[in-house]
């Protein structure tokens, strides 16, 4: 990833970072207020409620005194107290409900047998507890009903004034839709009742607005939970996978007196505004996320021309200069920590061909001084018995012809010999400098290995070396010049044999590895220190006595003729092993 | 001194006998006026049927003291042991259009009959009618011994439609208009029976029984009707009420199928119910606590079924099984169950909850599938051995009764009662408020105002 790239990311995650934190905060602030909001108004309408169902309790307890002192009641008291037939009573409790607006109504014998029913007629005889609550405050009651459903309602007993033996009223109006539909209940709000408690959850035992009923089967958990723990529950219901149909649900236990739940009153705030509102947010942020990123690609674009267009040229520069192109420069813009950068880097690769330079220069004098060194030693050597050889002629003069004729005869075989050292050693330099270029065919370099190993088994033999060889048995098709080949294997033989003047073991291997054909020539001898092993193919460098320190630079020169290399080690146990790495035919590089 | 006296005495009830001459006047029946009577029921229909009596006329009549009597028979015969019978059409009796009364139209009319069978009752006891010569001879399986009275059934009453399609009779009151709501009949002066004394009838339909009362209390009407839960009250506010013997059996029967295939559950049922509860307040102590299917002044058996309610050996007989929810449905065809019914049908349903039965009643009209069915039965049979073959017929039973003593007839009905499908519970009366003007209206054996022989009285 280029640096621009880096910068754009960075921007344009930066400005939507900031941009998402701010809408997440938005959000969450936006959430907390619309909950506090719902419950305020929550609160507000359970307050509303209690209040409502406070009045109604005293309305109810209010209905039910002024019936029990009424007139009516009380001749039915007098008639039944001495002795009157209850049965014609059965129907009674339906015009007394219509006078005093109860919608439940049970006249009710001192024995707690009711002897008129407004919401069970059939229920005459049956006993009612209810009587037992006779002259306290109203009370919340599960009122059965023929058709097996239950209602729940609001209801006061009191016996019938100055009767002996007592008659009681019980009435009661219903807690349900009728009661909830005077709440001024605000939009997106339902408020319903759940009665009928006792058995499994049915929704059809809810009670309020239509809209609410429909949501109804939704508040199936809220509600189980108000049941069964009796306390106040609250939770998020969706009401389809849309947020905005979600409703913020509050179930608050309704109980008797005996803290048995009885109903369930569900307060229901929708969140499609809240949800509209956050909505609203994310969008707002969704765009101003996009615009940020649109400046960030033009801010980057600035700053390239300002900032990462120069360090682009440095590191463009910089791989010219890793490529050999020691002449590279940068142009100098600005003045800031980019320009001293820029300045910094001409003057590098300045001192660096500078240095180069200066090294090729040291380097190519002490290559002429180490072949100099290397002639004045090499030509030293014949040069001293010649001129010693001449001194001996010199003074051989004056001896006799037949002393002198020895004398010459020896000396000039001496001449002779040290001439053709002489010649040997120019020869050897100019076949170093005419190293000629490889032919190449297609060739297996196994053939190559038994061909120098055959040649100097028997030398092997003689100086007590044993020799090992591991060729492979598969074909090492190499592009190569068998004789450059021959003689350089030659040459690592020669040295190895060289390296164990008292016997050895010589090990030569061919094998493939990967696309190469590897062969290995192992000696036993005194091996190499690193040093050795890091200059042991430079020119003219010699760890024997009598070398010329060109045999493995001519080695060196034909492995990379033929796109190979040569790598030396030293064994652990003693010795040096010479490793030459040829690519197999066809993946050779042209 | 004496003769004297008595002759002064003789003077002195003068003016008395002046004063009792208009009350003596005002007694006797005078021709004229129109009778107005009001009711909840079909008028064509039974057990209500009032313009049906009033048009159509039986072969024959049951009178008072029990027995067939001759209404458009003559006279009966039944040979090869009651298999076959034979009526002798009264001659010179003629339909509402002036079509004679023949033995083919009477064959024809019963064989309609026959061909349209009428919910709550029983099939037809003939296998063939057909007209011979001057009478109708009927075939049947089985003996018949009751089919003079049977053939007195509102049911049998013998009708043809003219060619509007309207339904005409031999009645005493044919049928002339239809208006806002009341059916008018006028007096068919040519009756085979004689001509009523009212020229007409108007008769208002399918009013509530709140609202008869009440034209009934303002004037409007004649002739209301009096639900037995409120003949006591009819009675504290002195209304001239007129009522019938036990006519209708309140009755609630049991499908032997489902839960109540089993005898013991549907024995359990049977113990479950309180009858005295009904009684006591739904009826308003009107009426009579039965288990038979005959009322005790008709059979005379009737206290040998015991009325007595045993919830425990109920829960016993029940057992520990739970049941599924049963229903409760509410045969509506009587006209004033609607109320009433609903009531005794939820008392019952509690009573049954009591044994451990999960009963619902049914909404009005919703009883098609009910495993338990309150029904309201009503008899017009006025002799115990037709009042059981009739109950019999209404209620499905397919035996008939051969025997003609209370033992045989209770034997009988023991073993139709045994199956536990049917339970008796009270016998009702049908009965009727009467206003001022109206003047010696009598109830037919089976609760019907006989309007024919009423008269209004013309101020």
């Known amino acids: 990833m280029t ?93 007394l409900a219509q006078e005093y607006r109860l919608e439940y109504l049970e006249l009710v014998a001192h024995d707690g047998s009711i002897i008129s029913s407004l919401q069970w007629t059939a229920r005459f005889g049956y006993k009612e507890p209810a009587i037992a609550a006779a002259g306290k405050p109203a009370f919340l009651k599960q009122e059965d009903l023929p058709d097996g459903t239950s209602q729940i309602g609001l209801f006061a007993a009191r016996a019938v004034s100055g009767s002996d033996p007592p008659l009681y009223v019980v009435g009661g109006r219903q807690l349900g839709a009728e009661f909830l539909r005077d709440f001024p209940v605000p939009a997106g709000t339902q408020l319903l009742i759940y009665r009928n408690v006792s058995g499994p959850f049915d929704a059809h035992n809810f009670a309020g607005s239509n809209e609410g009923l429909a949501a109804a089967d939704h508040y199936r958990a809220l509600v189980d939970d108000a049941r069964s723990n009796g306390n106040k529950v609250e939770r998020v219901v969706y009401l389809t996978r849309r947020d905005e149909d979600s409703m913020s649900v509050t179930a608050i236990p309704l109980k008797a007196a005996s803290g048995d739940v009885l109903a369930v009153l569900v307060v229901a705030n929708s969140q499609r505004s809240m949800v509209e509102v956050q909505r609203h947010i994310r969008d707002i942020a969704f765009g101003i996320a996009g615009l ?219 094998v493939r590895a990967k696309q190469t054909a590897r062969i290995s020539v192992a000696d036993t001898g005194t091996g190499l220190t690193p040093e050795e092993c890091e200059r042991l193919f430079t020119p003219y460098y010699t760890t024997k006595q009598h070398g010329t320190g060109l045999g493995l630079a001519i080695v060196q020169s034909v492995i990379t003729d033929h796109n190979g290399k040569i790598t030396v080690e030293s064994v652990e146990d003693g010795g040096a092993r010479f490793v030459i790495e040829l690519p197999l035919a066809g993946t050779a590089e042209a | 001194m004496f003769r004297r006296s008595a002759i002064s005495a003789q003077w002195a009830w003068l003016p008395l006998l002046c004063l009792t001459l208009p009350a003596v006047a005002r007694t006797r029946p005078h021709y004229g006026g129109t009778l107005r009577i009001e009711t909840q029921g079909d008028p064509w229909q039974m057990p209500d049927g009032t313009a049906r009596r009033l048009v159509l006329d039986t072969l024959t009549t049951v009178s008072d003291a029990g027995g067939a009597q001759p209404a458009l028979a003559i006279r009966w015969e039944s040979q090869s042991a009651a298999h076959r019978w034979e009526f002798w059409i009264r001659p010179g009796v003629y339909f509402q259009d002036g079509e004679a009364l023949t033995s083919d139209t009477v064959a ?112 409007k009407t004649d002739i209301v009707e009096v639900p037995p839960e409120l003949l006591r009250q009819a009675q504290q506010q002195h209304l001239n009420v007129l009522a019938s013997r036990p006519v209708d ?180 009366s049908r009965a009727w408020a009467v206003g001022e003007r109206v003047r010696d209206l009598r109830l037919s054996p089976d609760g019907a105002p006989l309007l024919a022989g009423a008269s209004v009285e013309v101020r």
């Open chain 1, 3 to 95: 640096l621009r790239q880096k910068m754009l990311l960075m921007l344009a995650l930066t400005v939507m970072g900031v941009v998402a934190a701010v809408g997440w905060t938005g959000s969450v602030r936006v959430r907390h207020v619309f909950e506090a909001i719902d419950r305020q108004q929550t609160d507000m309408l359970v307050g509303q409620f209690q209040r409502e169902f406070n009045q109604r309790a005293s309305d109810t307890a209010d209905a039910v005194r002024r019936m029990a002192n009424s007139d009516v009641l009380q001749r039915i008291a007098f008639d039944l107290s001495n002795g009157g037939d209850s049965a014609r009573y059965l129907t009674v409790a339906l015009p």
């Open chain 1, 292 to 510: 940020g990123i649109i400046f960030a690609v033009l801010a980057s674009l600035w700053i390239a021309a300002r900032i990462s267009r120069p360090i682009e040229e440095l590191a463009r520069a910089a791989g010219q200069v890793a490529a050999g192109d020691w002449e590279t420069r940068v142009d100098i813009r600005s003045l800031d920590e980019v320009g001293d950068l820029a300045r910094s880097f001409n003057n590098m690769t300045r001192q660096l061909a500078e240095q180069r330079e200066r090294l090729v220069q040291t380097e190519r004098v002490a290559a002429w001084r180490e072949l100099a060194r290397r002639l004045a030693h090499e030509l030293k050597n014949p040069l001293m018995p010649l001129q010693i050889t001449v001194e001996n002629m010199v003074r051989a003069k004056k001896l006799p012809k037949k002393q002198f004729d020895e004398v010459f005869n020896e000396s000039t075989t001496t001449l002779e010999e040290e001439i053709e050292n002489l010649k040997t050693i120019v020869g050897r330099f100019s076949d170093f400098s005419k190293l000629p270029k490889p032919q190449v065919v297609e060739m297996d370099a196994r053939e190559a290995v038994r061909r120098v190993v055959k040649l100097y088994g028997p030398a092997l033999e003689e100086k007590h070396i044993e020799l090992g060889t591991s060729i492979t048995a598969e074909p090492l098709l190499i592009m190569g010049d068998s004789e450059l080949l021959h003689r350089a294997l030659s040459n690592l033989v020669l040295n190895a044999m060289d390296a164990m003047p008292e016997g050895g073991t010589l090990t030569v291997s061919a």
């Open chain 2, 108 to 219: 024809a009319a019963l064989t309609n009959v026959c061909a349209r069978p009428v919910a709550g009752m029983g099939a037809c006891p003939w296998k063939t009618v057909r007209g011979v010569g001057p009478s109708v001879v009927f075939v049947s399986e089985a003996p018949e011994p009751d089919l003079p009275e049977l053939l007195a059934q509102t049911e049998f009453a013998i009708a043809r439609q003219d060619s509007t399609g309207a339904m005409i009779g031999t009645g005493p009151f044919r049928v002339t208009g239809f208006a806002n709501g009341a059916l008018t009949l006028t007096a068919n002066d040519d009756c085979w029976s004689g001509r009523p004394f009212a020229d007409a009838v108007e008769l208002r339909t399918r009013r509530t029984v709140r609202d008869q009362w009440l034209d009934l209390s303002v004037g």
């Open chain 2, 249 to 428: 059996l309140l009755a609630l029967t049991m499908e032997p199928s489902g839960w109540f295939a089993s005898r013991e559950m549907r024995q359990a049922a049977a113990l479950a119910v309180d009858r005295t509860a009904l009684y006591n307040v739904i009826f308003q102590k009107q009426g009579e606590v039965t288990a038979s299917l005959l009322p005790q002044a008709l059979g005379g058996y009737s206290f040998l079924f015991s009325t007595e309610r045993d919830l425990d050996r109920a829960r016993a007989l029940r057992g520990g099984a739970t049941t599924s929810a049963l229903t409760l449905g509410l045969d509506t065809s009587a006209a004033d169950m609607s109320a009433t019914g609903q009531l005794a049908a939820e008392r019952l349903a509690l009573n049954l909850h009591e044994a451990g039965f999960n009963v619902q009643v049914a909404a009005l009209g919703s009883h098609a599938k009910a495993e338990l069915l309150l029904r309201r039965v009503h008899f017009e049979a006025s002799s115990p051995q037709a009042a059981l073959d009739e109950m019999l017929a209404r209620f499905g039973q397919n035996s008939s009764v051969s025997g003609t003593d209370a033992a045989s007839l209770w034997q009988e009905e023991r073993g139709v009662l045994n199956t536990e499908t049917v339970v008796p519970l009270l016998w009702l």
